[in-house]
Nanobody, 115 residues
Framework: QVQLVESGGGLVQAGGSLRLSCAAS????????MAWYRQAPGKQRELVAT???????NYAESVKGRFTISRDNPKKTLYLQMNSLKPEDTGVYYC?????????WGQGTQVTVSS
């Protein structure tokens, strides 16, 4: 059974940094896209950043220049380096892995940015 486990969330002051990780356990093969999403209280889940198997990355406008997504394919691990954090970055962050037939989601990790 495949599980994605996020870690690295926490409480940080505005302007600070956090690094999120998403590790896959179980048999998961041929991962195509990987992505980070977040959901703030009372809001819909939104896409934060994506990383394709070919190495391309894309970011939501609100995090461009502050967040960096990266992936370690042999380790099946996804990262999100978050710098210059703002209170509006607060939310639960989820990772998502896409294979040819199945999409996997992590359970989420809380990020809280205080002003």
């Amino acid at each position: 059974q495949v599980q994605l486990v996020e870690s690295g969330g926490g409480l940080v002051q505005a302007g600070g940094s956090l690094r999120l990780s998403c590790a896959a356990s179980g048999s998961i093969f041929s991962i195509d896209g990987m992505a980070w999403y977040r959901q703030a209280p009372g809001k819909q889940r939104e896409l934060v950043a994506t990383a394709t198997s070919g190495g391309s990355t894309n970011y939501a406008e609100s995090v461009k220049g502050r967040f960096t997504i990266s992936r370690d394919n042999p380790k099946k691990t996804l990262y999100l380096q978050m710098n210059s954090l703002k209170p509006e970055d607060t939310g639960v962050y989820y990772c998502r892995y896409d294979t040819r037939y199945i999409t996997y989601w992590g359970q989420g990790t809380q990020v809280t940015v205080s002003s």
